[in-house]
């Protein structure tokens, strides 16, 4: 099993910056992957952006430019780090980790955090 632990959400202005932390611990070795997706109230759950262990991306077209993903493979955390935030970014945002299908970006088991209130005000 792994465990994920978020942090770094808030209430932001439009055209700040927030960055999101995400610790995993537990069977780390078991994922290949790590990333975020959010929800707004009343969607679907989205990808927001995906890690590789071997550093391939995998970005939501509505954060392209505007977000970036980053990891720590020693602290086994993962970041988010979001720029030129507009009030459609306002989601819950969740910590997601997993092992992807070979050259895919399908999960064949992941593991979820609890989610952070990210807020971006007009």
């Known amino acids: 099993q792994v465990q994920l632990v978020e942090s770094g959400g808030g209430l932001v202005q439009a055209g700040g910056s927030l960055r999101l932390s995400c610790a995993a611990s537990g069977t780390t070795f078991s994922i290949n992957a790590m990333g975020w997706y959010r929800q707004a109230p009343g969607k679907q759950r989205e990808l927001v952006a995906a890690?590789?262990?071997?550093?391939?991306?995998n970005y939501a077209d509505s954060v392209k430019g505007r977000f970036t993903v980053s990891r720590d493979n020693a602290k086994n955390t993962v970041y988010l780090q979001m720029n030129s935030l507009k009030p459609e970014d306002t989601a819950v945002y969740y910590c997601n980790a997993g092992k992807l299908l070979g050259g895919t970006w399908i999960y064949e088991y992941n593991y979820w955090g609890q989610g952070t209130q990210v807020t971006v005000s007009s």
């Open positions: 890690l590789t262990n071997g550093g391939t991306t």
